[in-house]
């Protein structure tokens, strides 16, 4: 029951009060009066009518987790989104769209979040930070208020200054933190495929010649005057004669080539030579060999006539009856004339 509206009965507010400062609401600006913000509350700190003031940051609601400030308990630990936006192309005809591919990193001492684009080689579009780290504002008209922790999932989308953002996926420290929040996590979501991108992949044609320049000046002036040793022998006793050659392979680091030469000791009855292979570059693989005649084809030819004075004649033998040469041979050396079939391949 309300006391009657008496002498001595009415309820004065100011009872017991002992802050009566005045919030400041106007500030000097480059020597402009400008309005300091509308969240500040009014005489002796009380909300003024329809005010409602906002928690600075979301991890530490009042009267609950732990009195170490949140840039201490929180410093130095993020929150890392993979996320991918939709970008609409309008005056281009090979493409409509382009899907660009970005991370969100959510810093859990301020509330405040950075937008980050890898960078692509030659992508002609500008890459990197989209986002520079702040407090980012809900979407309107909820835009009074800030993003904070519990605003974030995976396989949902997060307008972020008009731009949508969908989130796919995060790592395991930020998948961890959720879940101990109690945040129910979405499955991870897969990216789209570029079209545009995946166009290009399919009519890329790759140079004929390598057109990155080998800076050879640079590696002469880095390692001029520097050579590698290697001490080495080459076992030729498998051969007639042959003995065991000791070797001094140099690497010259200046042009990448190569010198060998061959440790002969005093009488040892070899003789000396100034270099077993010169100063040179010397390729990898060894040049693929030439075929012989008859190595690849089973052709044979006949030479009818074994002597030059009597002429040379040579017969492609398609039907392979080369073993009538054999009787032809046989047959002439009956007779006393020696007549030479001779059979080679080609």
Same mark, same amino acid.
């Given at each position: 029951?309300?006391?009657?509206?008496?002498?001595?009965?009415?309820?004065?507010?100011?009872?017991?009060?002992?802050?009566?400062?005045?919030s *400041?609401?106007?500030?000097?600006?480059?020597?402009?009066?400008?309005?300091?913000?509308?969240?500040?509350?009014?005489?002796?700190?009380?909300?003024?009518?329809?005010?409602?003031?906002?928690?600075?940051?979301?991890?530490?609601?009042?009267?609950?987790?732990?009195?170490?400030p949140?840039?201490?308990?929180?410093?130095?630990?993020?929150l890392c989104?993979?996320?991918?936006?939709?970008?609409?192309?309008?005056?281009?005809?090979?493409?409509?769209?382009?899907?660009?591919?970005?991370?969100?990193?959510?810093?859990?001492?301020?509330?405040?979040?950075?937008?980050?684009?890898?960078?692509?080689?030659?992508?002609?579009?500008p *890459?990197?930070?989209l986002?520079?780290?702040?407090?980012?504002?809900?979407?309107?008209?909820?835009?009074? *208020?800030?993003?904070?922790?519990?605003?974030?999932n995976?396989?949902?989308?997060?307008?972020?200054?008009?731009?949508?953002?969908?989130?796919?996926?995060?790592?395991?420290?930020?998948?961890?933190?959720?879940?101990?929040l109690?945040?129910?996590?979405?499955?991870?979501?897969?990216?789209?495929?570029?079209?545009?991108?995946?166009?290009?992949?399919?009519?890329s044609?790759?140079?004929?010649?390598?057109?990155?320049?080998?800076?050879?000046?640079?590696?002469?002036?880095?390692?001029?005057?520097?050579?590698?040793?290697?001490?080495?022998?080459?076992?030729?006793?498998?051969?007639?004669?042959?003995?065991?050659?000791?070797?001094?392979?140099?690497?010259?680091?200046a042009d990448?080539?190569?010198?060998?030469?061959?440790?002969?000791?005093?009488?040892?009855?070899?003789?000396?030579?100034?270099?077993?292979?010169?100063?040179?570059?010397?390729?990898?693989?060894a040049?693929?060999?030439?075929? *012989?005649?008859?190595?690849?084809?089973?052709?044979?030819?006949l030479?009818?006539?074994?002597?030059?004075g009597?002429?040379?004649?040579?017969?492609?033998?398609?039907?392979?009856?080369?073993?009538?040469?054999?009787?032809?041979?046989?047959?002439?050396?009956?007779q006393?004339?020696?007549v030479?079939?001779?059979?080679?391949?080609?």
């Amino acid at each position: 029951m309300p006391l009657p509206f008496l002498r001595g009965n009415s309820q004065n507010e100011h009872l017991g009060k002992e802050r009566f400062h005045k919030s *400041q609401h106007l500030v000097y600006a480059n020597g402009v009066p400008m309005l300091a913000g509308s969240e500040k509350p009014g005489i002796g700190g009380e909300l003024l009518a329809d005010q409602k003031i906002q928690p600075k940051y979301s991890v530490y609601p009042k009267g609950e987790g732990s009195d170490v400030p949140s840039w201490v308990a929180f410093d130095k630990q993020v929150l890392c989104f993979e996320a991918y936006f939709q970008e609409a192309v309008p005056e281009s005809k090979d493409e409509i769209f382009r899907i660009r591919k970005c991370k969100i990193y959510f810093y859990l001492e301020d509330d405040t979040i950075q937008v980050v684009e890898p960078k692509s080689k030659n992508s002609g579009i500008p *890459q990197g930070t989209l986002v520079h780290r702040q407090r980012v504002p809900l979407p309107p008209p909820d835009d009074n *208020q800030f993003y904070n922790v519990y605003h974030f999932n995976i396989n949902q989308q997060m307008v972020l200054y008009n731009r949508t953002f969908t989130i796919t996926d995060c790592d395991p420290f930020t998948r961890n933190f959720l879940t101990k929040l109690g945040v129910c996590l979405n499955a991870p979501a897969s990216i789209p495929d570029d079209p545009y991108s995946k166009l290009r992949e399919e009519k890329s044609i790759q140079p004929l010649r390598p057109y990155e320049r080998l800076d050879t000046l640079k590696q002469f002036l880095d390692h001029d005057g520097k050579i590698l040793r290697f001490y080495c022998f080459w076992d030729d006793t498998v051969n007639m004669f042959g003995v065991l050659h000791e070797l001094i392979l140099h690497y010259f680091l200046a042009d990448d080539t190569i010198e060998i030469n061959e440790v002969i000791y005093p009488n040892s009855g070899q003789d000396a030579v100034p270099k077993f292979l010169r100063r040179s570059r010397l390729p990898k693989h060894a040049p693929t060999p030439k075929r *012989q005649p008859g190595e690849i084809t089973d052709r044979t030819v006949l030479n009818l006539f074994g002597s030059r004075g009597q002429g040379e004649r040579y017969i492609v033998d398609s039907l392979k009856v080369w073993q009538i040469a054999t009787l032809l041979n046989y047959f002439h050396s009956i007779q006393g004339k020696k007549v030479h079939a001779c059979l080679t391949y080609v």
